[in-house]
């Protein structure tokens, strides 16, 4: 089997002009997808309108597929989640796609040298769950849409 990289471009600011910045997340290859419920996101987003840690905004230009894939999905719209653990700041993230028949599931991480034990489904489901429960145990949340 091929890596599988999703390369998320943002869109540049003016004052950037033709210096988008880009994200790779590494492709998660599980038997079964990681679903996550769009309610938990909207929630997520909800507690941005009252949390200074919390960023929601929109910037994703465009997602590229790089590697080949063994099933090919038609991704709806992408989701990216970053986000700071504290106390020590270490930077994560995790690329969600929306698929019309099994919703939202977390298809990448980032960055690539996360450490094996981090990108087992459950511990992934667990961080994710996490976030929304206990945000006071991340220094900055970030969600970036479409």
């Known amino acids: 089997m091929d890596s599988i990289i ?8 003016e004052r950037f002009e033709n210096k988008n910045l880009t ?3 590494k492709n998660l290859n599980f038997e079964k997808p990681l679903s996550i419920s769009a309610k938990s996101i909207l929630e997520l987003k909800k507690l941005s309108e009252t949390n200074q840690d919390i960023l929601n905004f929109q910037n ?3 997602v590229l597929i790089i590697g080949n894939p ?7 719209y ?3 989640i970053l986000f700071s653990l504290k106390p020590d700041e270490e930077k994560r993230g995790y690329l969600i796609g929306n698929i019309k028949k099994l919703g939202d599931i977390i298809i990448g991480v980032w960055p690539f040298n996360t450490h094996l034990k981090d990108t087992k489904g459950k511990n992934i489901l667990e961080t994710y769950n996490d976030i929304l429960e206990n945000t006071q145990n ?3 949340i970030c969600i970036i849409s479409q």
């Open 6 to 13: 999703f390369k998320v471009i943002f869109k540049a600011q």
């Open 23 to 25: 994200l790779s997340f």
């Open 60 to 62: 994703i230009e465009e």
């Open 70 to 76: 063994l099933v090919d999905y038609t991704y709806n």
């Open 78 to 80: 992408y989701l990216v």
């Open 138 to 140: 991340y220094s900055s």
